[in-house]
């Protein structure tokens, strides 16, 4: 990964403490990576990816496909082939969901069961706060507060 990393420093024109501050990270991290002694962790992962949101995640974290993403071609991903271009999945993404029905059974139960937990839920008494100077004050909550 870490020569991949590399490519898109390249392609991008900067330089590795550039880079750092374009993803939001310290550039001792890059440093790090790009030098072997530390692998990228999914936070850098998900800060290249989201910076430069034309880099191919399965291509970045695999080495599978092109560096670029591509609106037009399937792609292997982490989760197997994929048939769909953005296309159509942004198709599928404006199709209008169908309304899930709630039962009155299931309304009933959920009530039952948020009112045991109000049965049961532990509330405040007191809270003591000791100080420095060996002295103490109590807090008593007040019942409109709870």
Known sequence: ????????????GLTAGKF????GTQPSVISHI???RNKPSMEIIQK??????EINPDWLILGVGG???STQT?????????QQTESSMSKEIN???????????????FQNQKDDFLKNEKRIK????YFSDMTFEDFIPSDTAL
């Open 1 to 12: 990964m870490k020569d991949r990393i590399i490519q898109i420093i390249e392609k991008e």
């Open 20 to 23: 750092a501050q374009l993803i």
């Open 34 to 36: 790009l030098n072997g």
């Open 48 to 53: 290249i990816l989201s910076t430069f949101r």
């Open 67 to 69: 560096m670029s993403r």
């Open 74 to 82: 399937a792609q292997t991903t982490l989760f197997g082939d994929m």
């Open 95 to 109: 199709k209008p969901k169908t309304s899930q029905r709630i039962s009155l059974k299931e309304v009933e139960s």
């Open 126 to 129: 007191k809270i003591t706060v």
